[in-house]
Nanobody, 118 residues
Framework: VQLQASGGGLVQAGGSLRLSCAASGRTVSYYVIGWFRQAPGKEREFVGSINWSGENTYYADSVKGRFTISRDNAKMTTDLQMNSLKAEDTAVYYC????????????WGQGTLVTVSS
């Protein structure tokens, strides 16, 4: 499975941005897709995830109510809609994939930079 994240950029605080994770190589219909981020000088942290059917989503407390994950298995894309962005959301965002039967994310995209100016 190959993943490619895109959609990052510079946005003002309070603004919105939509990231996309495109998968290729094999169908990801039975994969959990997760979004993670890594701010400068910090460890990578979990942002949210969506199960293979798209029925269940999970979010870190820091983004709950502001970020929404959705997926389109036919297009093999997973989007991260980010609203009410804050300066502390500035980070490189990565998408990852794991089989729904596994606990570790085995596949990763290259990351896309999101910069929120205050």
């Amino acid at each position: 499975v190959q993943l490619q994240a895109s959609g990052g950029g510079l946005v003002q605080a309070g603004g919105s941005l939509r990231l996309s994770c495109a998968a290729s190589g094999r169908t990801v219909s039975y994969y959990v897709i997760g979004w993670f981020r890594q701010a400068p000088g910090k460890e990578r942290e979990f942002v949210g995830s969506i199960n293979w059917s798209g029925e269940n989503t999970y979010y870190a407390d820091s983004v709950k109510g502001r970020f929404t994950i959705s997926r389109d298995n036919a297009k093999m894309t997973t989007d991260l809609q980010m609203n009410s962005l804050k300066a502390e959301d500035t980070a490189v965002y990565y998408c990852g994939a794991r089989l729904h039967t596994q606990s570790m994310f085995a596949y990763w995209g290259q990351g896309t930079l999101v910069t929120v100016s205050s």
